[in-house]
């Protein structure tokens, strides 16, 4: 086993029994209107984060891009994002909303990312001023913010992470597409922003595994 291999494997759990990796989280990866990449993609690789999140902010600057570039566009892997607020009131959850809100209008990904660029300077005026930037319908995004419609859906991503065991962000769940996880093949799961490499390795070995 590789230095690399080793020291992955001291920083991950591995979901070992089913009850542990709940199906309907599984389940859920097939059907999320927030991804990037190809449906059938072998891989899926979730993220659960906070837009105030330092770790995440890293974790986007530094590894996502190779992580897309190498895997995600080239029809490897499906990568999902999922939304943990750290906190129950606030910039995290005002910054997911504005991102749901986006994406109401077809523009998540671009608020997604405006939102990580800004590296946790967050506010209204942020959020009005990508919104502008992205061409969005200012009244309607408003308005979507005001009513709370996204609220209950950011924090049932929230509890989809403690259901995985994540109590911090960022947290990472990596799994073959088309399969649920057993006891054989379990669910990987990487709590933190670790070096792209790591998160190569994990990739390799279920896209070895994976029907050719």
């Known amino acids: 086993m590789s230095r690399l291999s080793t020291w992955l494997r001291a920083a991950v759990f591995l979901c070992g029994f089913l009850w542990l990796c709940p199906l309907w989280a599984a389940d859920a990866i097939r059907t999320d209107d927030r991804a990037r990449g190809q449906a059938n993609a072998p891989v899926t690789l979730i993220e ?15 590894t996502w891009p190779r992580i897309q570039a190498r895997y995600v566009d080239t029809g490897k892997v499906r990568f999902l994002y999922r939304d943990y607020p750290r906190a129950d009131q606030g910039p995290g959850v005002d910054a997911a909303t504005a991102a749901r809100c986006a994406g109401a209008q077809g523009k998540y990904w671009p608020m997604h990312d405006r939102l990580f660029a800004e590296g946790g300077r967050l506010g209204k005026d942020v959020y009005l001023k990508h919104a502008a930037a992205i061409g969005l319908d200012r009244t309607m995004f408003e308005q979507c913010a005001k009513d709370g419609r996204y609220t209950t859906s950011i924090f049932e991503d929230r509890q989809e992470a403690n259901q995985w065991g994540f109590h911090g962000t960022p947290g990472f769940i990596l799994v073959r597409t088309n399969s649920d996880p057993t006891d054989k093949e379990p669910a990987v799961a990487i709590p933190g922003a670790f070096p792209f490499e790591m998160f190569a390795e994990e990739i390799d070995r279920l896209l070895k595994k994976a029907p050719q």
Request: aromatic letters at 34%; a neutral charge.
């Open 48 to 62: 659960y984060s906070d837009f105030t999140c330092g770790y995440c902010l890293k974790f986007f600057k530094e």
